[in-house]
């Protein structure tokens, strides 16, 4: 009897240490949503990084009057750059934004250069990269400040004339090293060496059509500064959301380990009652067992 009680006891103990276990391991490893202790901590879980790597580089001209001293004469410089305005808001009326966005473009004769939409209802994102003419930059970002609820805002300018001189001094280079090459093919030579020469002449022309490429993001023509948005739609109510399931779920589980808990105190609390039950009452058998035994033994040594 003893040796089953205990046993019993063993495996609810077991059981408990197994649940409580298993209890810790979920509170360590299930994924849980950020928590919302304020605005800055919502609008990370539901915005992303605009523009992307498929996004156009801009470059804009600047003229710059330099003035080295007095008694000399200024002179100008042709100074290459490139803005980026990086806007992140974020909006609960996702197609009225979007639409105001599209009709500033239009308003500023930009040009939508990249654009990536996902996400379903309640939970959809857009980002776009829009091209603007340098003059109409600051005017339009004012503007795109207001669609939405705006969470942060960075404008970056970076020289670029440096690059645009290396550009330019490297075809120039290439340029004359392909002169060289065809005015060779006027002199004597074998098949192969005049294949050999075609080929790197071929070469040399694609590398200067590429250079020429490059170099004609700087005209004037192709002149922009760049502005990446992205604004995401339904993002408050879905992060609450993923708080709230996560905390019911939460709360439902510790629920039952307390329940779980109480009942194994309430049947341990029975086995020991039981067993002090099972242990007097064996005492007591014990005890008139004795008491029978010692009357019987009077009995029979009484003399006749």
Same mark, same amino acid.
């Given at each position: 009897?003893?040796?089953?009680? #205990? ?5 609810? @103990? ?30 990370? @879980? ?7 790597? &498929? ?6 001209? $600047? ?9 000399? $004469? ?7 750059? $490139? ?52 003059? !109409? ?28 001189? $290396?550009?330019?001094?490297? *075809? ?24 050999? =020469? ?15 490429? #490059? ?26 959301? =993923? ?8 709360? *439902? =589980? ?6 779980? @808990?109480? &009942? ?17 009452? +064996?005492? !007591? &058998?014990?005890? +008139?067992?004795?008491?029978?035994? !010692? ?6 040594? @009484?003399?006749?």
């Amino acid at each position: 009897m003893k040796q089953r009680i #205990k046993k019993g006891m063993f495996c609810l @103990a077991a059981g408990f240490v197994v649940l409580f276990a298993g209890r810790l391991a979920y509170g360590y490893l299930a994924p849980s949503a950020p928590p919302l202790n304020s605005a800055n901590a919502l609008s990370a @879980a539901i915005l992303t990084t605009v523009g992307g790597r &498929d996004s156009k580089e801009n470059y804009a001209s $600047e003229k710059l009057k330099v003035q080295k001293g007095d008694g000399v $004469e200024s002179h100008s410089i042709d100074q290459k750059y $490139e803005k980026v305005a990086s806007v992140h808001s974020k909006t609960g009326a996702f197609e009225d934004d979007e639409k105001k966005v599209r009709e500033l473009t239009s308003k500023y004769n930009a040009l939508i250069q990249f654009e990536q939409a996902s996400g379903l209802a309640g939970s959809r994102r857009v980002q776009v990269s829009i091209g603007v003419p340098p003059d !109409r930059f600051d005017p339009m970002v004012s503007e795109l400040k207001t669609v939405g609820e705006l969470s942060s805002i960075r404008i970056d300018k970076t020289d670029k004339t440096n690059e645009y001189k $290396e550009l330019k001094a490297n *075809r120039a280079s290439m340029e004359k090293t392909r002169d060289a090459l065809i005015a060779l093919k006027s002199k004597s030579g074998n098949i192969e060496e005049f294949t050999n =020469l075609e080929n790197r002449i071929l070469e040399i022309e694609r590398e200067i059509q590429s250079g020429g490429v #490059k170099l004609g993001d700087y005209d004037e023509e192709n002149a922009f500064c760049t502005v990446k948005l992205g604004p995401g739609g339904g993002g408050r109510s879905k992060a609450r959301h =993923l708080v709230q399931s996560s905390s019911n779920r939460s709360a *439902r =589980l510790d629920d039952r380990v307390v329940r779980f @808990a109480a &009942d194994l105190i309430v049947r341990r609390g029975a086995l020991d009652a039981a067993h002090s039950r099972v242990a007097t009452e +064996a005492q !007591r &058998d014990t005890a +008139a067992c004795a008491s029978r035994s !010692r009357g019987r033994l009077r009995v029979d040594g @009484a003399p006749d």
